[in-house]
């Protein structure tokens, strides 16, 4: 189960035939993997040895694939930092993460000038610039240095439990630890698709997520691992995305629900051939039912949800022959993965009941980066926990209730406020909905709903609250309503409901 060696075996097996694709230039296996050689051997020649650490601030490109599977080889720890950031969240990555090295995008050089010294001295030595150009200031020229360098395998020893990765986590209610995964964690993830997805022939894959978030990098890597196409998309665009899948007879996609909303609220989208689509799969955030419905409707009965996170990769799957009869249930568990759901004491609940979801299975983490005490507090008995809850049907099907930190408690009622956003994004003039607890003197929360309202559409409180009265019980209702342009999400879709709460509890009297 070693990812560093998945590469070479696809080289070997299939040496023409196309790997990776990105703009107007493509690699067979042959080629693909001599880069990642050229490039490991020149990370080596820098002094970067199993156990170092490795940062990457880039856009996707074929180089971003070529840095993940060199630094495997090495057993080199990658870094990836979302290039969304502002300085000092990407000081903070360098600093906690101890990465000796950084590889930058050249869009990225003024950002990097702006960290604060001792970020640039960590990995002043070994700085390398991506693009043609030579490489100013003492850095190196990416591909100056794989054209000094060998294209013989790296003879490095590997072990399934070595560490490829530090994946910051998305932050929604904290600042970021980084999670440890390992080859072990990633191949099993892997196996779990081929099993779930039907992707034995590795397919022709288009992922065009950012590939420092960890679903679009190994979707995209699962291609390579099965000896499949790994197409690249510089940047999303949903326009640029059907193209792609026309012309490159895409098989398989992982997007977000805000992907999924842009390409079916483009105008001519059904305009475009996407027949050889075999699976699409949402993840990252819930997947509204409208959403759901309408992304069945276009592309047909390829549609699955799972869920999952850095920590855990996929835990659960559902298939498009469940999605409506099973509403807004992210499926069984996946395979190998088993399921609890505890009280607050630590019992198991009943089904149909509300409890916090534990897991075990082969694609866990092996724990957050220099941080025991977060580490210790995500596990019971052996059992991991993202702090999320849910609950499970008779036929073992999970429902997503809430992170545990979004849970809404209101006259000591325990309100899940994924269930009234459902009800919400229902409603013809609702186009986006979150829903938190805001303080209120006498129930201590009350609900607020915070909206984006369809284009040319206008509401009010008390419509809203008829509709609702229509599907939820009177405890439920969202007491006021704010209208907005946007609701503020992290790079992966997610709604930030920290920063939606904080402008309401800061300069509160009483907390709850």
Avoid at 75 to 102: C, D, F, T
Avoid at 141 to 163: F, K
């Amino acid at each position: 189960m070693l990812m560093g060696r998945a590469l070479a075996r696809s080289a070997q097996r299939h040496p023409h035939k196309t790997a990776v694709i990105f703009e107007d230039r493509s690699w067979t296996y042959s080629e693909f993997n001599a880069r990642v050689n050229r490039l490991a051997h020149a990370l080596s020649s820098l002094g970067m040895n199993k156990g170092d650490k490795l940062a990457v601030l880039a856009l996707n490109g074929n180089e971003y694939l070529e840095i993940y599977h060199a630094t495997a080889k090495l057993g080199v720890w990658m870094v990836p930092i979302n290039h969304r950031l502002k300085a000092p969240e990407v000081a903070y990555r360098i600093s906690h993460s101890q990465a000796s090295g950084l590889v930058l995008g050249p869009e990225f050089v003024l950002l990097y000038d702006s960290l604060p010294a001792e970020a640039r001295k960590a990995v002043a030595d070994r700085l390398l610039i991506l693009g043609q150009d030579p490489a100013e200031n003492g850095a190196h020229g990416y591909e100056e240095l794989l054209a000094a360098s060998g294209e013989d395998e790296p003879l490095v020893d590997l072990h399934p439990e070595d560490i490829l990765f530090i994946g910051y986590t998305g932050g929604t209610t904290g600042r970021s630890k980084g999670a440890l995964t390992s080859n072990r964690a990633i191949v099993a993830g892997y196996l779990y698709k081929v099993l779930d997805y039907g992707l034995g022939k590795g397919g022709v894959a288009l992922n065009p997520g950012p590939f420092w978030h960890t679903a679009p990098r190994n979707f995209t890597s699962l291609a390579l691992y099965m000896g499949g196409t790994a197409v690249v998309m510089r940047r999303f665009d949903p326009t640029q995305y059907l193209r792609l899948v026309e012309q490159h007879k895409v098989t398989y996609s992982f997007l977000v629900p805000t992907m999924f909303s842009a390409i079916l609220g483009l105008e001519g989208h059904q305009d475009y051939d996407t027949s050889s689509l075999m699976m699409l799969t949402s993840g990252g955030s819930p997947m509204p039912t409208p959403l759901k419905e309408a992304a069945l409707e276009r592309f047909g009965p390829v549609l699955y949800e799972f869920y999952g996170a850095t920590e855990t990769l996929i835990m659960t799957n559902i298939t498009a022959e469940n999605m409506l009869r099973k509403k807004r249930s992210v499926g069984p568990p996946a395979w190998d993965v088993f399921l609890r759901l505890l009280d607050e004491h630590g019992n198991e609940v009943p089904t149909g009941q509300v409890g916090e979801i534990f897991i075990q299975g082969p694609s866990l983490f092996s724990g957050y980066y220099r941080d025991p005490e977060k580490t210790a507090e995500a596990y019971k008995d052996g059992w991991f926990t993202l702090g999320d809850m849910g609950k499970l049907d008779e036929d073992g099907y999970l429902y997503i209730v809430d992170r545990r930190t979004d849970m809404v408690i209101s006259g000591g009622e325990n309100i899940y406020p994924s269930e009234v956003e459902e009800v919400l994004l229902s409603h013809p003039k609702v186009a986006e909905a979150a829903v938190i607890g805001v303080p209120d003197p006498t129930w201590g929360e009350v609900l607020k709903a915070i909206l984006v309202l369809k284009k040319g559409q206008s509401s009010s409180l008390e419509e809203l609250q008829d509709f609702c009265a229509q599907h939820l019980a009177d405890y439920l209702k969202p007491r006021s309503v704010d209208f907005v342009e946007e609701l503020p999400r992290s790079p992966v879709g997610k709604v930030l409901k920290r920063k939606l709460r904080d402008q309401y509890w800061t300069d509160s009297e009483f907390k709850v």
